[in-house]
């Protein structure tokens, strides 16, 4: 009898256990979690508030993936220092998904790739998350991540892709409909984190704080700058929360350009705390210091 209720208890625990995910982002951890529902658990590595190109390598990380089932990196040369977290962990049982597979890539270098061109990745733009129609793209290689390794759930993640899918196209109509006044306005930015964004919403992002990516600009590189903020009546400068604000206080001085901060990941503003808010409040936030 007490073998019996050993092998219940036993079963009860393996059909009941849910699936480990560890993801490199904010951004693909809510995703996940809107596909994975109650199956699984998942955390993210680097918070919405720091810069996910950099991210220090914790011993606490490795100890995470080591408990983990499946690892879902953002891939495009963005979060290089997986590798490093995941070799530490030592879990031969992992299984490492590139979410970027199957994303149509933007800004792909041609010819030679070396410092003097600054930070930029073989395989292109990496930010590919900011457009939602990516997002979508994601959710799908999700659900084929967490599907394999949980056969059992297929229907149930597939159902969530379907209603997650389905909350991105009817945003994207409302979207379409309350921010086309954003259509061809002119900003700058501070690195170049938004070409799929500014593809989708139309937005005309006339250059860049940094003159090349992960370069900091120079003297004639800010007097370009003011250039052409006053030549072309640009009013906007957007910037991502993890960069000092000393250079956009700087031409604000100069020229009384605004200065806004937005979220490139879920959590790097407050109000930005899922994958759509965090587009919606991006919208927001440009309707508004567009006007």
């Not at 073989?122 to 590919?128: A, E, F, I, S, V």
């Not at 909350?167 to 930015?189: A, N, P, T």
């Not at 407050?270 to 808010?277: G, K, R």
């Amino acid at each position: 009898m007490k073998n019996t209720t050993l092998t219940a208890v036993l079963l009860f625990s393996t059909l009941s256990a849910k699936l480990s995910v560890v993801t490199s982002t904010t951004d693909l951890a809510d995703i996940t979690s809107a596909v994975g529902g109650d199956r699984i658990q998942v955390v993210s590595i680097a918070r919405g508030t720091q810069d996910p190109h950099y991210v220090e390598v914790l011993p606490s990380y490795m100890i995470k993936v080591k408990r983990a089932d499946i690892y879902l990196k953002v891939g495009m040369e963005l979060d290089r220092w997986v590798q490093q977290i995941i070799d530490g962990s030592r879990n031969r049982k992992l299984v490492v998904v590139d979410c970027s597979q199957d994303i149509p890539r933007l800004e792909v270098p041609i010819g030679k790739i070396d410092a003097s061109r600054g930070d930029i990745h073989r395989y292109g733009n990496p930010h590919y998350w900011l457009d939602p129609e990516n997002g979508k793209i994601i959710a799908a290689t999700i659900t084929e991540a967490l599907s394999q390794a949980d056969p059992a759930g297929m229907q149930f993640y597939e159902e969530n892709l379907r209603a997650f899918s389905a909350r991105i196209d009817e945003r994207l109509v409302m979207w379409d409909e309350q921010f086309s006044g954003l259509r061809g306005g002119k900003l700058i930015f501070y690195h170049n984190t938004w070409p799929y964004f500014a593809s989708r919403f139309g937005l005309d992002v006339v250059q860049f704080i940094e003159p090349k990516p992960g370069i900091m600009p120079t003297p004639r590189h800010l007097e370009k700058l003011i250039s052409i903020i006053m030549e072309q009546q640009i009013t906007l400068v957007a910037m991502e929360p993890y960069f000092s604000d000393k250079v956009p206080k700087y031409l604000a001085q100069k020229t009384g350009i605004k200065i806004v901060k937005m979220a490139q990941s879920v959590g790097a503003r407050t109000a930005a705390t899922s994958y759509l808010e965090m587009i919606d409040y991006n919208l927001e936030v440009l309707k508004e210091a567009l006007k």
